[in-house]
């Protein structure tokens, strides 16, 4: 069920299709998208109890649009077998390959509701018009036509479509990249003016820091967009991050939840939608990071755009970058890129160092990024600073600091990582009930 203060932004619609306002799922007609991942759609026994599921909600009046991911481990088993036939495998030829995964489990899905005795249809991207760009392999959605999905729904069916694919204006078929049908679902939710966008996964929901390292992490009730971005983007896997953003943008309330149970999961909401915000929401950590410092740099204009240059042209994303005052006309120059492209970096900044007649170059690949996320760090001050004194408390050495509104992040070393999450989760209360808030303003 919904929770009560989002209601006012939920409607339910009318026979026609025309929304009205109304309190509260179940007294009238809602249409949700609900979305399930490889996991929850794993075995054709899976796929049963999600039709059992799904049916469930729509016999409470609700018209039901399902999206699907392919069956687990199938998208990397395609990505494997086309290994096997090409080095670099054609983009086309691997998107009418990767799509299959999806083709499958939705019709698997649409006979698994007809042998309970209710109708549905399955639908591939082509079918409901998921009109993309030409970039195969990560096309992004351009438009929906969403006529043939409210027909269907109107005949009383519920509508499965094929996630992570659409068609490009050449009638080719795309996909969306790893983990695209979240964004597919968001997409739809978003054509259709849907009331809610649930995503079923193998957890509960999003937590405030990753339980494999902190037992007492909880799950969040509600966040933000904001927040859930910065969280997807460092390091929190639950959510694919452009649908995240495509939510923001239209607007669709989204609700992260478990397939294996019936419990509310995650709400991610507008921030109007939530009187009072967290402290700190939630707490991350990424380790796919590696430094790197280039000491005794000559300090003149056109420095940084020597360095950073040709490492921007090879397409490596530089994170952090701090630049430290010597004396004599003399910089450090550290900065931070992903672990994965740390020899590649390395081996180009080596020769950029000699053409720039700098002293030294060193790196370190066992360094982690820790980050909190909160909406209330936007007019609340000495947030940042607890985050410092916690980790001086634990002897632990911060070695780059980075921060925007809703986060703050520290590069530690990849030791640390299991003690810095555990004392800043207690140390911002977020393993109690009722953490720290602010009002909105
Ligand atoms: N099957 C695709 C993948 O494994 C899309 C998805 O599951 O979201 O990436
Ligand atoms: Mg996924």
Redesign the pocket.
Known sequence: MLPANLSGGLRGRDKKGDKIEFKGIGTLMALIVQKF??TSVGSTDKIKNVAERVLRQQRQGHQMVVVL??MSG???KLLGMAADMQAMPDPREMDML?ST??QVTIALFAMAVKAAGSDAISLLGDQVHIHTDAMHTKARIKEIDTELVHKHLDAGKVVVIA??QGVDDDGDIT????????TTAVALAAALKADACEIFTDVEGVYTTDPNICAQARKINMITYDEMLELASLGAKVL?IRSVGLAKRYKVPLHVRSTFSENEGTWVVEEEKIMESMLVSGITYNKNEARITITKVPDQPGIASKIFQPISDAGILVDMIIQNTRQGHMTDMTFTVMRTDYARTMEMVQKIAEDIEAESVTGDESIVKVSIVGVGMRNHSGIASTMFRIMSGEGINIMMISTSEIKVSCVIEEKYTELAVRALHSAFELDKENPPRVEQQ
Do not use: C, V
Not at 175 to 182: I, P, V
């Open positions: 991942g490889g991911s392919a199938q998208t990397d990767l995964g999806e996630g992570f996909t969306l990249g790893r983990g695209g049908s979240d694919e």
